[in-house]
Every structure is written in C-alpha cells, then in structure tokens.
Nanobody, 121 residues
C-alpha cells in the first residue's frame, strides 16, 4: 500500500508558476512509476507527466512540453511537478499516481486526493 498526498495547488495568473508536490508513504517509493494527471470539469482525467522508477525516464503530454518538469526525490519520497508559463487551459484538479509498471499508469495503482490548480486569464 502507498498513500499519496498532493500539495502546492492554488490560483495563479496566466504566465505564472506553481510547483506541485506529492508525498508518498508506505511501500518503497523508489520502486514505482509516478505520474501527474489532470482533470478539468466535464473532461476525463488525462496524463500530464510521468517519471519512471528505474532510469528516471520522463513523459510529457504535448500540451505541457517545454513548460512543465517532473522530478522525483526518492530520499524524500516525493515527486514534484514544476509548472511554468501557466495557461488557463492548465486549470483543473491535479492527481498524483503511483503504479508498479510504466504501462499501468492511469489503469492500476494508487491515487492521491488531488490538488486544485486555477489559472486566470
């Protein structure tokens, strides 16, 4: 079992920055693939960024490439999402997820409760 707690969301103007954190407890954090997902009202939850446990390979959705950076600190059991040059379309609830395998991100694993991000124009 893994427990995930997100923080760092808030209200920011377009062009601003936020850093989300996801603190994990429970089983060995370093053995999981970690992902950040976003869900806007009326839309499905979608993968924004992910990082592997083995070689720190990363994935970014096209809409956030060059603006968002995912990183993990296994010593602190924490994964971060640095979000720069935020746009109104980045608004939504951001969820952290831990999965045993890269291929199961979004399908099977552990979810946090989410943190709200609102970007005003």
């Amino acid at each position: 079992q893994v427990q995930l707690v997100e923080s760092g969301g808030g209200l920011v103007q377009a062009g601003g920055s936020l850093r989300l954190s996801c603190a994990a407890s429970g089983r060995t954090f370093s053995s999981y693939a970690m992902g950040w997902f976003r869900q806007a009202p009326g839309k499905e939850r979608g993968l924004v960024a992910a990082i592997s446990w083995s070689d720190n390979s990363t994935y970014y959705a096209d809409s956030v490439k060059g603006r968002f950076t995912i990183a993990r600190d296994n010593a602190k059991n924490t994964v971060y999402l640095q979000m720069n040059n935020l746009k109104p379309e980045d608004s939504g609830r951001y969820y952290c997820m831990a999965a045993d395998y890269w291929s199961t991100l979004g399908k099977s694993g552990y979810w946090g409760q989410g943190t709200q991000v609102t970007v005003s124009s």
